[in-house]
């Protein structure tokens, strides 16, 4: 923003405009008029997308799931990717007995918000109404490490790093030996939080999950649609997503079965 009052500029100003101070408060109120129209631009986005959200909202209260789906999945699409939409869709989905669509929206709420109570319930209602493992896929630990999002971890497991950091620079500044013994406990901390963030960083990019979403998916044994068919699968049962080839993925499903199933038939939940 343009400052009027300095002396040294005055000059300058009036010669490149025959009205100086003019000109200046021109400049200014165009800036500001810019900033207004950008804000009311972003207000207005906002309230569109709130807008849309409260029709979907109000189309599954009338029992309209279906229109209701498409208007949820319209804010998806636009990236509108909030763990309430995906709750709200995974609701709808429910309603519909469409349980693996239910699962995968559940599954990406959680993934967005792990702390959410009322997906959490939602889902592991969903699972055993089902007769599905009330915990999915993964073991204890990595639902233990799915509490809480990637960048979270990175932020906790970072913060004696930050804390050295800190009190060195504390003593330095001070020429104070009395953060001597804080400093070092920090330092000593370093090496275990980095491993502990390089085990949860493996462990969660080690183990890409995805859902079956139509019923009685088969489960080939290898990537051709004539290859021996091992099992059926459910939909709503969740897998373990290992190699990829052509339209397939291999899969390990909760019952420790190996094979291959066409991509058509599942869902991925992408890392977070």
Known sequence: MVNPSPHNFKTLKQDYCAEGNACIHLSVSLRRLMLMFAIAMIAL?????????????????????????????????????????????GNAYFRQ????????????????????????????????????????????????????PLNTWFILTSLPFWGYCVLKTAQLLTASAKWKGMRSAFGWMIGPGACLLAIIAWTISGQRVGVVITDRAPLHSSPFSDSKNLSEMKTGEEVQLLAEKNQWRQIRNTKGELGWMEMSHLKAIPIH
């Not at 109000?58 to 319209?74: D, K, M, P």
């Not at 559940?106 to 007769?131: E, H, S």
């Open 97 to 148: 007995n469409k349980t693996g669509m239910a699962i995968y929206h559940y599954l990406m709420a959680q993934t967005l918000d792990p702390l959410d109570a009322d997906v959490q319930a939602n889902l592991k209602f969903t699972r055993d109404t089902a007769g599905l493992p009330s915990g999915g896929i993964s073991s204890a630990w990595r639902q233990w490490i799915r509490t809480l």
């Open 45 to 89: 986005s906002v309230k569109g997308n709130e807008s849309r959200f409260d029709q979907a909202n109000r189309l599954f209260e009338q029992g309209e799931f279906e229109t209701a789906i498409v208007e949820y999945n319209s804010l998806i699409e636009s990236g509108i990717q909030t763990p309430a939409v995906h709750f709200n869709m």
